[in-house]
């Protein structure tokens, strides 16, 4: 009887410590708040430029869509800090080069494992199971010639910066600052395509497996533009 009792009793008891974690959960869940205390603009009276606005809320494929880049990819640098100086200085000294090839990179990539898996299936690049892995290194060491090309064309269009604070809005005197900046460039759409479709041109042997992949890739980005750009990011 004694046995039973206190097995009744443990469980009661692992019952309510459950029943108070999970009501701990739920009163105090992810609620955080974040405002913005002051930008680039506030000195000036100058508005949130509409491009942060959609990139911010958005992010870059939706603002990569609005009409006035209708002929231009969009390239956006970000970097969050809790010294001003710190991110401005960041920003004055960004530079497009390095971002369009970790984009390139990303996009370029993605198409391969499309591209590869769905050639596996009819060629004898191997199973579909297998896909990229068989010729990962391969395709590594074209994506590390086509990042590591100096793209000409990049155009730096506008810069900003905010300060926010995110608190808890039990806790108010409990909170967070911190500032980051944002640097938009573009690049003609046509120039960037000609640039990407000949850097993989020149990356790949003609007695690769990936020969005809690749040159098939690049002639795609001549016609439609580089696919997925901004996608993931």
């Known amino acids: 009887m004694k046995i039973k009792t206190n097995i009744y009793g443990f469980v009661l008891t692992t019952l ?8 701990y959960a739920c009163s105090s869940g992810p609620k955080a708040k974040v405002v913005e205390l002051e930008n680039k603009g506030t ?26 880049f209708r002929d231009r990819y969009c390239v956006v640098g970000e970097e969050t800090g809790i010294n001003r100086q710190f991110v401005v200085a960041w920003a004055d000294n960004f530079s497009a080069q390095q971002r369009i090839g970790a984009m390139l990179r990303t996009t370029i990539s993605s198409n391969y ?12 690049l191997g199973s579909p199971t297998q896909g990229t892995s068989t010729y990962q290194q391969e395709i590594d060491n074209i994506l590390n010639s086509v990042i590591n090309v100096s ?12 300060l926010r604070r995110r608190y808890d ?18 690049i003609p759409r046509s120039q960037l395509n000609q640039q990407v479709a000949h850097a993989l041109e020149t990356s790949v042997s003609r007695d690769s497996a990936l020969y005809d992949i690749t040159i098939e890739m690049a002639r795609q980005i001549l016609r439609e533009g580089i696919p997925n750009w901004g996608e993931g990011e």
Do not use: N
């Open 16 to 23: 309510f410590a459950v029943l108070l974690v999970t009501f």
């Open 169 to 186: 809005p039990d806790q108010k005197d409990v909170y967070t600052d911190s500032y980051t900046a944002y640097v938009l460039y573009t």
């Open 43 to 68: 000195g000036m009276s100058v508005s949130t430029p509409d491009w942060i606005r959609v990139y911010t809320a958005h992010g870059i494929t939706r603002l990569q869509s609005q009409s006035e």
């Open 113 to 124: 494992q499309a591209k590869v898996q769905a050639a596996s299936r009819t060629s004898g």
């Open 151 to 162: 793209y000409s064309g990049a155009q730096r269009e506008s810069d900003w910066w905010t």
